[in-house]
């Protein structure tokens, strides 16, 4: 295996991990209205993470200073779907790992 396949393979590790924990859900999978407005994102105080590894320690940091509930993973290449979530941050990265966007929705 050579580092181009290396690397694919983590992305694609990544990408996996990320996508199961969007599939997550914790108790009835209803918030309250309080609680909803508590996890709206906000992607300002998150762009600190811009340059740095994808990772899951800094998706957990991106999640905290975002406010965000969920974290959504952009692998290059990739198409998203285009429904607008306020509770979520959407995280792009490149094929080194290194994160090129932070935004809400």
């Known amino acids: 295996m050579d580092a181009e396949d290396g690397m694919t393979m983590r992305m694609m590790a990544l990408a ?7 599939c997550a859900t914790t108790g009835s ?3 309250a209205p309080d609680t909803m407005a508590t996890m709206t994102c906000t992607a300002d105080p998150a762009q600190r993470h ?8 800094t998706g957990a940091a991106i999640l905290k200073d975002s406010g965000a509930r969920t974290l959504r993973w952009g692998p290059p290449n990739s198409a998203w779907t285009m429904d607008y979530r306020e509770d979520r941050v959407n995280v792009r990265y490149d094929g080194a790992m290194t994160i090129t966007g932070i935004t809400c929705g």
């Open 16 to 22: 996996a991990a990320a996508g199961l924990a969007g």
């Open 29 to 31: 999978g209803e918030a």
């Open 50 to 57: 811009l340059g740095q590894t994808a990772s899951a320690a």
